[in-house]
C-alpha cells in the first residue's frame, strides 16, 4: 500500500498567492523524485469548532486560510529517500523562496494507508 504525508497549516490571505506560487513549484520538484500525487487545498468550510477544528489545530487567525495538503509515495523507504533528495534540492534554498506561512504551525505526520477505495 502506498505512503501519504499529510500537513495542514494556516496561511495569511494576503499571501495566498504567494503560498500558491511556492507550492506549485516544491509540488513538481517532489514530483520529480518520484511523488505520486501531490495536493494541496484551501479550505472552504472549515469552521472553528468549540473543541477541536481544523483552524483550532493550526492556531489560524481571522485573516488567515487553513491549506490541508498531502504527499503520495509508493511507500515509506520511497517517501524517505524523496524526502531527502527534495530537502538537499538546491532550487528550494535561498531568500526568493522566503515561507508565505508560520512554520512553527505547520502539523504533519506520515501516514500508511488503510484504505482506498
Not at 43 to 68: C, H, I, M, N, W
Not at 88 to 105: A, V
Amino acid at each position: 500500500m502506498s505512503y501519504v504525508d499529510g500537513f495542514i497549516v494556516a496561511v495569511p490571505k494576503e499571501n495566498v498567492e504567494a503560498y500558491k506560487k511556492f507550492s506549485t513549484f516544491a509540488g513538481t520538484i517532489w514530483k520529480e523524485y518520484g511523488a505520486l500525487e501531490y495536493v494541496e487545498c484551501i479550505g472552504d468550510d472549515v469552521p472553528y469548532g468549540e473543541l477541536t477544528s481544523f483552524p483550532r489545530a493550526v492556531q489560524a487567525k481571522e485573516d488567515e486560510v487553513v491549506v490541508f495538503f498531502w504527499i503520495v509515495y509508493g511507500s515509506r523507504q520511497e517517501r524517505d529517500d524523496i524526502n531527502a533528495k527534495v530537502m538537499d534540492d538546491p532550487r528550494l534554498k535561498g531568500d526568493q523562496w522566503q515561507m508565505p506561512f508560520d512554520g512553527k504551525r505547520l502539523i504533519y505526520g506520515g501516514f500508511e494507508m488503510l484504505i482506498k477505495l
